[in-house]
């Protein structure tokens, strides 16, 4: 993986390899600091992740870590002397992906590979993963990731059973070098774990409390990335809005949004996801002065039922987020709204479910996250009777698509003829085609003569719509 001293062939993530200066990806401190022990000296590893983008940006974390200790990352777990299972558990099929993983090296328990299962899996089944899988020597997570240099310095010793499994933590993962998968858009989380309780979600047992990073330590961060070139930046949180700045400076969401964008070379900040309950005016406010604060909001609703949302202990009525949708509404430039929506929550009845087309209809959601309820392990919800067939979810789930479909091809419809500005962030295998993102998230496939626009800002002219995105030209 790496090719001359300090260079990175990265594959992973990515739909093509491309060789990026490690230095880029870790930071010009950090870069010091991967001197220790020299270049793969202590082995390979393998790393996988499932799930959501926080899992994403905690795998670079973690990769970053490995490779300041002096391991060298690799491509298959065939080539890895230790292979890393970074996991998602929030929907059971998520969970049931990483057991099918692991099975695969029942075969292969004598090789003598280090195996290891990190994240929200790790966290829910504990211990147990040894008695399902004894070939597994590492189960961590991720509020314990913090403490994994200690956990890698009890596998270098020999240790056969390593596990960090506290969830009762103050503490974010800070770590000094991070290996960035892409190039132009930087993951940054500001808060862990979550304080809310939905009654079908894993995440306040699998990730722990809420803890908040200061934001002098945000903003030095950003710099260093806007130093490196990063332009966008994502603010990560399971309520990212939720934010609380444990510095004396106490500042507000909203207010760490504008520094963020005010730090030079940063040219759009997007954060995700948003709680409902924890939206407020100043973050419009934010959005309206600051064109680099990006025009796209992630509100997750779950269901338009305000019975159905009690039953989820989502802490808001259909009434209250729809206030929340007015006041996005009235910005002074459009803002891009998207969502998340469970269907088959238990007890949900036709006539609810309705409820849940009817708000898809009045909000006209840019884009919409559509999941069938799934019980989960340690959540108020698995003991709730008058649970929905399988059949019967599957059936609402396509009703709710087809719906969110149609209003997706109409929106986009009203786009022709539109020029936005696009990140780009991919090349096809086909010439002249390219593909970014407008600051509202939409994503676009447009053609272009010019030879190398990654990482560019263009503008690019909308000239065709369908209900999945955008296509169009570069706009010279
Ligand atoms: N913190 C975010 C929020 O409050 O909306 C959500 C984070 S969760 C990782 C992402 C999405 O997964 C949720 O918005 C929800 O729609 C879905 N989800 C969570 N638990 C689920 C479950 N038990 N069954 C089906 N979908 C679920
Ligand atoms: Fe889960 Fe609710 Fe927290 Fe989101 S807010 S992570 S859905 S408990």
């Known amino acids: 993986m790496r090719g001359k001293a300090g260079v990175l062939n990265c594959v992973l993530g990515m739909s093509k390899p491309f060789d990026i200066?490690?230095?880029?990806?870790?930071?010009?401190?950090?870069?010091?600091?991967v001197q220790p022990v020299p270049d793969g000296q202590r082995g390979t590893f393998f790393l996988e992740t499932f799930g959501c983008q926080m899992n994403d940006h905690d795998s670079e974390k973690v990769a970053g870590l490995l490779l300041s200790r002096g391991y060298q990352q690799v491509e298959t777990p065939e080539a890895a002397s230790m292979i890393l299972y970074n996991t998602c558990s929030i929907r059971e099929k998520a969970a049931q992906k990483v057991f099918s993983r692991l099975g695969e090296f029942r075969e292969k328990q004598g090789e003598g590979k280090v195996i290891?299962?990190?994240?929200?899996?790790?966290?829910?089944?504990?211990?147990?993963?040894?008695?399902?899988?004894?070939?597994?020597?590492?189960?961590?997570?991720?509020?314990?990731?913090?403490?994994?240099?200690e956990m890698l310095a009890r596998l270098e010793a020999g240790n056969s059973r390593v596990t960090g499994l506290d969830t009762d933590t103050d503490e974010t993962f800070e770590t000094e070098v991070t290996r960035r998968d892409n190039p132009w858009r930087a993951y940054l989380t500001i808060i862990e774990g979550c304080d809310k309780a939905c009654s079908y979600c894993v995440v306040p047992f699998t990730?722990?409390?809420?803890?908040?990073?200061?934001?002098?330590?945000?903003?030095?961060?950003?710099?260093?990335?806007?130093?490196?070139?990063?332009s966008e930046v994502q603010l990560l949180g399971q309520t990212v809005n939720s934010y609380a700045d444990p510095t004396a400076r106490k500042m507000r969401f909203s207010e760490l949004l504008l520094a963020v964008a005010d730090v030079v070379g940063i040219r759009r900040v997007r954060f995700t996801t948003s709680h409902p309950s924890d939206?407020?005016?100043?973050i419009v406010e934010a959005i309206e002065r600051e064109p680099k604060v990006c025009d796209h909001v992630h509100l997750p609703v779950q269901s338009g039922s305000t019975r159905v949302l009690r039953a989820m202990q989502r802490t808001y009525s259909r009434e209250e987020y729809l206030e929340k949708i007015a006041m996005i509404r009235a910005a002074k430039r459009p803002i891009g709204i998207t969502t998340d929506v469970i269907v088959g929550f238990p007890g949900e009845t036709e006539a609810e479910f309705e409820e849940t087309l009817s708000l898809l209809e009045e909000v006209q959601y840019d884009s919409m996250f559509s999941f069938k309820y799934s019980p989960r392990p340690n959540t108020p919800s698995l003991s709730m009777s008058d649970s929905i067939s399988e059949e019967e979810k599957g059936q609402r789930l396509a009703v709710l698509q087809d719906k969110q479909r149609e209003i997706q091809a109409a929106k986009h419809a009203r786009l022709l003829g539109d020029c936005f500005e696009v990140l780009v962030s991919g090349k096809s295998r086909r010439e002249n085609q390219w593909t970014g993102y407008t600051t509202s998230h939409r994503m676009i496939n447009f053609t272009s003569q010019a030879r190398e626009l990654l990482g560019t800002y263009v503008q690019v002219r909308v000239t065709g719509a369908t209900s999945n995105g955008l296509v169009g030209e570069h706009a010279v």
């Not at 200066?21 to 600091?33: D, F, N």
């Not at 939206?279 to 100043?282: G, V």
């Open 279 to 282: 939206f407020t005016h100043d």
């Open 21 to 33: 200066e490690l230095e880029r990806l870790t930071g010009p401190v950090a870069y010091s600091e």
């Open 207 to 230: 990730r722990g409390p809420e803890r908040s990073r200061g934001s002098d330590l945000v903003l030095r961060e950003v710099r260093q990335l806007a130093e490196l070139g990063y």
């Open 116 to 149: 290891g299962v990190l994240g929200c899996v790790a966290q829910q089944e504990g211990e147990d993963i040894f008695k399902r899988a004894p070939w597994v020597s590492l189960v961590c997570g991720s509020a314990s990731y913090s403490k994994l240099p």
